[in-house]
């Protein structure tokens, strides 16, 4: 059961944290499962589906695996001030500027995903780190209060919702 309280994050988080459901297993579990199951579905995506859009103006998939990356690298760096009680008010961060930045469309695709993997370990490694004090620690980032356990499992279901999003709309 998800042990988290609305108040532990803000209310545009809400997507991230439904989709997690009731049968939630924690936070590290949620952080290993949810890598599991998108691999499952990012490593068969062909090269050309690699570079497609479902619409115009919106990202690739390797654009969203990117943005996967980097939006992982900026959650893992809250819950790591936060839980270090760093007062310091955390800026938000534009995710269009940071996809639009990112070469993503350039790379290598299995490079990417090898990232992720790697971003992933350091993410579970970090949270892995935390005792229970740790987790109940909350900090300001994008001017919303909100807690390191929060942030385990807002990364975990931000991949998820990403993960919905390819199936639903790119691999039709």
């Known amino acids: 059961m998800l042990e988290l309280s609305k108040s532990e994050y803000a209310s545009f988080f809400q997507p991230y944290v439904d989709i997690l459901g009731e049968n939630s297993k924690g936070v590290i579990n949620n952080l290993e499962d949810s890598l599991n199951r998108a691999l499952l579905v990012l ?64 790379r290598s695709y299995g490079e990417m995903l090898e990232e992720l993997k790697v971003v992933r370990l350091s993410t579970i490694l970090l949270f892995t780190s935390f005792d229970a004090s740790d987790f109940i620690n909350v900090g300001v980032a994008s001017g919303k209060s909100m807690s390191v356990k929060a942030l385990g499992y807002i990364v975990s279901g931000h991949l998820l919702h990403h993960l919905k999003i390819i199936e639903e709309r790119y691999l039709i």
């Open 43 to 106: 490593e068969n995506i062909s090269e050309p589906k690699q570079s497609y859009r479902y619409e115009e103006g919106k990202w690739t998939i390797k654009e969203l695996v990117q943005h996967i990356i980097d939006s992982e690298r900026v959650f893992g760096y809250r819950a790591l001030t936060f839980s270090r009680n760093d007062t310091t008010l955390l800026p938000g961060f534009d995710e269009n500027d940071f996809v639009k930045y990112s070469n993503a469309n350039d």
